[in-house]
């Protein structure tokens, strides 16, 4: 059985940094890609990053520059959120693909005030 847990939102000022973090439990190995997706109030849920094994990260253009994304481990990720904005706020989840299934975790909460 997969699970995902994440951790690490909170109330943060503009212009503030966050570090999420999402474990993963189960049959997981680095060659699941474990991604980073977000959905604020009242809109579908986005995706903002991910790092596959073997592969460079990718990102979403509005995260660029400003979000890394990072896999410690076979069952971990993490999510560097530097200069956060309000349009940033949402709640962010952590996805991984196994055996041709996604599997999410229940999200953190980011709230970026101005």
């Not at 990260?57 to 999510?79: E, Q």
């Amino acid at each position: 059985q997969v699970q995902l847990v994440e951790s690490g939102g909170g109330l943060v000022q503009a212009g503030g940094s966050l570090t999420l973090a999402c474990a993963a439990s189960g049959p997981i190995t680095a060659y699941n890609t474990m991604s980073w997706y977000r959905q604020a109030p009242g809109k579908q849920r986005d995706f903002v990053a991910e790092s596959p094994f073997g592969g460079r990260p990718k990102y979403a253009d509005s995260v660029i520059g400003r979000f890394t994304v990072s896999r410690g481990s076979a069952r971990t990720s993490k999510l560097y959120i530097n200069i956060l904005k309000p349009e940033d706020t949402a709640l962010y989840y952590c996805k991984v693909l196994h055996d041709g299934q996604s599997y999410w975790g229940q999200g953190t909460q980011v709230t970026v005030s101005e």
